[in-house]
C-alpha cells in the first residue's frame, strides 16, 4: 500500500537560513508527489509536483523538490526562508496508474525566528 | 474563479444532531474527496467520488455519509455527530486522471460538544 512518511513533526529556522523538509513515500511504481503548504486558518495550497522528467522540480514562492527515487524520497527545500513561510507543509503521493487518489503524510509544521 | 466552496467554515454543534457540510466546484471535476485534518495524523480521507453517483469509503468512513447528485456538489453529512467527529474537514476536488492534484476548499472547523 502507498504510504508517506514526514519525519520531522516540526522545524524551526532563522529568517534568511536554508530549509529542506524531508518526505519518504512508499510505492511500487514511479509515483506521482506532491507538496502542499497549509497557512494558518487557511487551506492547502499546491506548491509543486512531480510526475517524470526532470527529478528537479520547481515551485511557488521559490520552494523546489527533488525526487531520488534510490532513496524513496522527495524533499521540499528553500534557500532562503521568509518569516511569511512559516506553515505546514504536507507531503502526498498518487497512484500514477489510476485516478487521482492522494495519500498525505503527518505534515511538518514550520516555524522562522526573526 | 476556479475553486472550491465549503460552508460553514466554523460550526459548533450537539451530540446526535444532524448536520451537513456543503461543498461546490466550479471545475468540471469528476473527482471529489473529503478529508478530515487530527494533528499528528495529518489529512485521513472519509469518503470520495470518482462521478455523478459514484462513491466509496476512504480511510476513515465511519460517522459519515455523502452524495453525489450533481457533478459540482458533494456535501458530508453526519448523520448523528460525536465528540470523535470535532475536527478540521477539507473538501478537495480533481480531474479524474492520475497526476493533477487536488484543489482544496477552506476548511470547515466542526466541534461536537
Known amino acids: 500500500a502507498q504510504s508517506v512518511t514526514q519525519p520531522d513533526i516540526h522545524i524551526t529556522v532563522s529568517e534568511g537560513a536554508s530549509l529542506e523538509l524531508r518526505c519518504n513515500y512508499s510505492?511500487?511504481?514511479?509515483?506521482?508527489l506532491f507538496w502542499y503548504v497549509q497557512s494558518p486558518g487557511q487551506g492547502l495550497q499546491l506548491l509543486l509536483k512531480y510526475f517524470s522528467g526532470d527529478t528537479l522540480v520547481q515551485g511557488i514562492k521559490g520552494f523546489e523538490a527533488e525526487f531520488k527515487r534510490s532513496q524513496s524520497s522527495f524533499n521540499l527545500r528553500k534557500p532562503s526562508v521568509h518569516w511569511s513561510d512559516a506553515a505546514e507543509y504536507f507531503c502526498?503521493?498518487?497512484?500514477?496508474?489510476?485516478?487521482?487518489?492522494?495519500?498525505f503524510g503527518a505534515g511538518t509544521r514550520l516555524a522562522v525566528h526573526p | 474563479e476556479a475553486q472550491v466552496t465549503q460552508n460553514p467554515r466554523y460550526l459548533i454543534t450537539v451530540t446526535g444532531k444532524k448536520l451537513t457540510v456543503t461543498c461546490s466546484q466550479n471545475?468540471?471535476?469528476?473527482?471529489m474527496s473529503w478529508y478530515r485534518q487530527d494533528p499528528g495524523l495529518g489529512l485521513r480521507q472519509i469518503y470520495y467520488?470518482?462521478?455523478?453517483?459514484?462513491?466509496d469509503k476512504g480511510d476513515v468512513p465511519e460517522g459519515y455519509k455523502v452524495s453525489r447528485k450533481e457533478k459540482r456538489n458533494f456535501p458530508l453529512i453526519l448523520e448523528s455527530p460525536s465528540p470523535n467527529q470535532t475536527s478540521l474537514y477539507f473538501c478537495a476536488s480533481s480531474f479524474l486522471q492520475g497526476g493533477y492534484g487536488y484543489t482544496f476548499g477552506s476548511g470547515t472547523r466542526l466541534t461536537v460538544v
Open positions: 467520488s470518482m462521478n455523478v453517483e459514484v462513491t
Open positions: 471545475m468540471n471535476h469528476e473527482y
Open positions: 510505492y511500487g511504481a514511479t509515483p506521482y
Open positions: 502526498a503521493v498518487g497512484d500514477s496508474g489510476g485516478y487521482n487518489k492522494l495519500i
